[in-house]
């Protein structure tokens, strides 16, 4: 039998992109939701809809049981999702949308580190410097907030991203080590299955039905982040998350187009500033040439 042909990095690149993109637009949706029905109720009838349409997926190809390290970066994972989302829609609805994708930011670089440890990936000796100079864009960021006068709520909401972006990089390397042992539509159900169990917990002090008004937003954010999940899952099984990591800069491109179409915001020159401060920063540190994935690696995909 002869080995699996490679992926070109960046047909894997643009499928994350491409995942990032239809993320943004379940951010813009999931600010609506969480603006009318706040945010434990908007994520729980999210992944109540995202639950349904993976199970249908995931059923229909008759699968096995996950293996034990599968299952165990599944729970991981869903975990750590568990408490980013929460935090992070909480976030997005009291700070602008480019704000809010612009402190997001430091993730990725967060996530270089993280790969250097945990992957054992090559990291270079930029990442300090590239450190500095991102928490100045952080920093930029913080001051327009200051300046703008925003109130205390945008600026917990802040810290609440802030929070939210430390997670979600330990969130990437976990895609790293997930899609590795585990197929996408696996993933998209037991990460439903598992974050939607966790929500469930408190659902006899604050589920309630979702008004009419919220029930094709729900649909609509379920459809894109399953979507998302997918194309994501996919990229991560076939390049090096310090490789993919800057795919998420471009979410900043929709974000600043989600919040001025459908929310009347504007992007101010400060959060501008600091958000090309932070990507540069991540820029710098995650420079790597193209090439192909390892055959071996490629051929054991799932």
């Known amino acids: 039998m002869t080995a699996a042909r490679p992926t070109p990095l960046p047909i894997a690149f643009a499928a994350g992109t491409l995942g990032i993109a239809l993320f943004s637009g379940m951010d813009a949706v999931m600010k609506g939701m969480t603006i009318a029905m706040g945010v434990y109720n908007a994520m729980l009838w999210r992944f109540a809809a995202i639950f349904v349409i993976t199970s249908l997926i995931y059923l229909a190809g008759r699968p096995s049981l996950p293996g034990r390290d599968a299952l165990r970066f599944h729970v991981i994972r869903g975990s750590v999702t568990v408490v980013m989302a929460l935090s992070f829609f909480w976030g997005l609805a009291r700070v602008p949308m480019a704000q809010a994708i612009a402190l997001c930011y430091i993730a990725p670089l967060l996530a270089l580190a993280l790969a250097a440890m945990l992957l054992k990936e090559k990291v270079g000796r930029e990442v300090i410097g590239a450190s500095l100079l991102a928490v100045a864009g952080v920093g930029l960021i913080l001051l327009g907030q200051a300046r703008a006068q925003m109130g205390e709520e945008a600026l917990l909401g802040t810290a609440a991203i802030i929070g939210s972006a430390v997670c979600y990089s330990y969130n990437i390397i976990l ?42 937003p729900i649909l609509l954010a379920a459809a894109l982040a399953t979507a998302s999940l997918f194309l994501m899952s996919w990229a991560y099984a076939r390049a090096e998350a310090s490789y993919l990591a800057p795919t998420e800069y471009t979410s900043f491109v929709w974000a600043a187009l989600f919040g001025w179409l459908v929310f009347g915001e504007h992007v101010s020159s400060y959060t501008l500033a600091g958000a090309l401060l932070i990507v540069t920063a991540c820029v710098l540190a995650a420079r790597r040439k193209p090439g192909l994935v390892a055959r071996d690696t490629e051929a054991a995909l799932p």
Not at 184 to 211: D, H, K, M
């Open 175 to 216: 895609m790293r080590q997930q899609a590795m042992v585990a197929g996408p539509a696996e993933i998209s159900f037991f990460q439903s299955f598992i974050v939607g169990g966790f929500l469930l917990l408190a659902a006899p002090w604050l589920a309630a039905l979702p008004p009419a008004g919220q029930i094709a």
